[in-house]
């Protein structure tokens, strides 16, 4: 049988690649795009984390500075620019008191300043948008069902802004919930003898089924510190809550002359949780936590 002739060596050259030298090649770019791809995926979720600590910054931001600026014009206009029937102390307790001498502030004309203050509410007032009207303005944490203090959280801080109404106790002024910001953490109230991490509980699950247990853990820390704390003129931490309805609350929450303690600045700390269905890292899958704080000296005390 005659021998065949061999292929020219120009013909086996464009022969091309082997199947295994083509799975190679498709094995090493999928490699290659998986890392890629992987890369672009973590950047995205990581941006994504980024961008909702930023917003959750700034809209407690703007919560925050809000209230600083009510607490700065609280006790504005005083009865030392308002002239009343019934003043006869330079001090103007006269015209805060009743008959036995309790400051209760009925003059629709008059702010009080801070008519009562505790770690998860505050109502004061003054003129604190400058249209010449006696603003009765509170700020109240509430859970889900409305109590306050809460019994669980996230809570909701909320803040209300209405007309003072004269001859109302400003402890009974009507609310007009306006603004709020949710999945406020730090419930402001720790267990019974214990230090902070012990407060109310913090309820809710996760989109995968974790327990609160084990996804709040980390949350321990920022559960029950105060919302609201005030300070006295010597930077102390002054005990609440306090109230105008009593002689030792209207002297300091006032600075009446007589106390021994004076309502100088008050202090507000903000935990905010992320939202539960657009705010989850879905790297770490937990809810950025971001604290803000803010500290306003009021100005307008009776002196």
């Known amino acids: 049988m005659p021998k065949q002739p061999s292929k020219p060596k120009r013909m086996r050259s464009q022969a091309g690649f082997s199947l295994i030298e083509l799975m190679m090649v498709c094995a ?29 910054t700034q809209g407690g931001r703007e919560f925050v500075d809000e209230f600083e600026r009510d607490v700065h014009q609280a006790g ?7 002239i009343t029937s019934g003043v006869t102390n330079s001090n ?22 801070i008519a009562s203050i505790s770690n998860t509410k505050i109502i004061l007032e003054g003129d ?10 509170q700020y109240m944490l509430t859970d889900a069902s409305g109590n306050n203090p809460p019994v ?36 402001g109230v720790p267990a019974a003898g214990s230090a902070y991490g ?21 949350l321990t820390t920022f559960k029950d510190y105060p919302v609201f704390q005030a300070y006295d003129q010597n930077g102390a931490l002054i005990t609440l809550p306090l ?46 936590v971001t604290t803000l704080v803010g500290s306003s000296r009021l100005v307008n005390n009776n002196e």
């Not at 604190?128 to 303005?137: K, L």
């Not at 996230?154 to 209300?160: E, L």
């Not at 002024?173 to 709020?180: K, N, P, V």
């Not at 012990?198 to 853990?217: D, E, F, K, P, R």
């Open 243 to 288: 109230d105008i309805s009593t002689t030792a609350g209207a002297q300091t929450l006032t600075c009446n002359p007589a106390a021994t303690q004076c309502l100088r600045s008050v202090r507000i700390t903000i935990n905010l949780l992320a939202s539960a269905t657009t705010g989850i890292d879905l790297q770490t899958k937990v809810r950025p």
């Open 28 to 56: 090493i770019l999928g490699l290659i795009m998986g890392a890629i791809m992987r890369g672009v995926w973590t950047t995205t979720v990581r941006s994504q984390s980024e961008q909702t600590k930023v917003d959750l």
């Open 92 to 113: 103007c307790t006269p015209d805060l008191s009743n008959s036995n001498g309790l400051a209760i502030g009925q003059n629709g004309s008059i702010a009080v300043g």
């Open 128 to 137: 604190v948008d400058g249209n010449g009207t006696v603003d009765s303005v």
């Open 76 to 82: 504005y206009p005083s009865c030392k620019m308002i």
């Open 152 to 187: 669980s959280c996230p809570c909701v801080i909320k803040r209300s802004q209405v007309a003072k109404v004269g001859g109302t106790s400003p402890l009974s002024q009507a609310t007009s919930w306006s603004q709020e910001l949710d999945n406020v953490v730090n419930s």
């Open 198 to 218: 012990n407060g109310v509980s913090i309820t809710g699950t996760t989109a995968w089924g974790a327990t609160n247990t084990s996804y709040y853990a980390s």
